[in-house]
């Protein structure tokens, strides 16, 4: 069924992702109402037809309205897109319960958000983590869209994939319908645990990846082949968690949800997560802070969110409850949480994940790992 103009579209999240999906909906005749938690930022979307903070340089077309009004956004839709960071989307989640629309199931949900949720019940997926709070209706029929996908590129028309993934066969093609488009190609799949758990990891291993570029600019240890190197390793490390929590198709992370999102992430100079780890090099962002609470706790003022920050800490959680080695992601957690310094760490990453390729497992410095310690230690007394 393809919609139409009579179709009434929520979106909750007026950041980068929100606005630039807001807007390639509205470029399609579609009604778009977008909450913006910031009062100011929904002014300037109505008022000027832009959203500087989050997509700057974008002209926004006139079907896109904002409100600071969460509920008057998601009141009687027939669809409702959340692309809020995932610190706010439950306590977002349980303010619309109260909408009929929403008590009855009548509206589509669409998730955007990447990461894992902590609650009551242990950390979860965030389909799952919903699926506690709203009515039943909606257990097995969420939508979780995903791909690579950077919003400033996707509201310039740049031909981007997405994937629809749903148990709902059924929405998963309403979705796959409502956002295709000239631009997005969008493709359905059924693996909801594999598109996300794609999704979430992929901003781990781009901090990583970010921390490397940058200090590829001051050794020549370093290189694109090692970055290749900790991107393939990182798919790995995503697979392993992918399987053992329950991905149900192998091929999600052959494809744009897996190694394509991740490749854009760590790639892509608009990424937040890779530009977050080339800032805690080039910055020393995260010195000031004593663990990786702290570090989530001051997201905010980072002036951006990176996602694989408060990923970082559930994911780590959930490798050490399956007994999983994940050098990547294990290395992240301990640069963020101070446990160790970034120049030495990465060397530590990039010795498991070679001592793992020859059959060996990992018991302490390699030569490699001596040498990298040397032009580390160079490294922080230059500055």
């Known amino acids: 069924m393809l919609e139409s103009s009579g179709t009434r579209i929520g979106i909750l999240g007026a950041g980068a992702w929100g606005t630039a999906i807001g807007k390639v909906l509205a ?3 579609l009604p778009v109402d977008i909450w913006s938690f910031e009062q100011p930022v929904a002014a ?14 974008v002209m926004l077309p006139p079907l896109l309205r904002a409100s600071p009004d969460l509920m008057s956004v998601a009141d009687d839709r027939d669809h ?12 977002s989640i349980k ?8 008590r009855e199931g009548r509206t589509i949900i669409s998730i955007l958000t990447k990461g894992f949720i902590e609650t009551p019940s242990g950390i979860r997926l965030i389909t799952e983590a919903m699926e ?3 009515p039943g209706m909606y257990r097995g029929k969420l939508v979780y869209v995903s791909g690579p ?11 981007t994939g997405l994937i629809s993934a749903s148990r709902s066969g059924r929405n998963s093609i309403r979705v796959r319908e409502l956002l295709s488009g000239e631009s997005l190609v969008v493709f359905s799949s059924l693996d909801v645990r594999g598109v996300q758990i794609s999704a979430a990891l992929k901003n781990v291993i781009a901090l990583a990846f970010g921390m490397l570029d940058a200090l590829k600019e001051s050794t020549d240890q370093f290189g694109d082949n090692t970055e290749s190197l900790l991107l393939a390793a990182g798919l790995n490390e995503i697979q392993v968690l992918g399987r053992a929590m329950g991905a149900t198709h192998p091929e999600t992370f052959t494809s744009i949800a897996g190694v394509g999102d991740l490749d854009v992430t760590c790639r892509s100079v608009h990424g937040r997560n890779r530009r977050f780890g080339r800032e805690i090099i080039l910055k020393k962002l995260i010195e000031h802070c004593r663990s990786i609470d702290e570090v989530i706790a001051g997201l905010p003022s980072f002036g951006y969110i990176a996602e694989g ?13 399956r007994k999983l080695v994940l050098p990547i992601i294990e290395g992240v957690y301990r640069i963020l949480n101070r446990e160790a310094e970034p120049l ?11 001592s793992r390729s020859r059959g060996r497992r990992w018991r302490g410095p390699s030569a490699l790992l001596r040498g990298t310690a040397e032009w580390a230690s160079r490294l922080t007394h230059r500055g």
């Open 27 to 29: 470029e399609k005749g």
């Open 309 to 321: 920050v408060v990923t970082a800490k559930w994911v780590s959680s959930l490798a050490a409850q």
């Open 344 to 354: 030495t760490e990465l060397g530590t990453m990039l010795d498991r994940i070679i």
């Open 132 to 134: 506690d709070y709203l």
């Open 44 to 57: 300037e979307i109505n008022q000027r037809h832009t959203n500087e903070r989050y997509l700057p340089g």
């Open 95 to 102: 303010q619309i319960l109260g909408c009929v629309n929403i």
């Open 80 to 91: 409702l897109l959340i692309a809020i960071p995932s610190l706010y989307v439950l306590s």
């Open 149 to 159: 996908s950077q919003a400033i590129e996707v509201s310039q028309g740049k031909i």
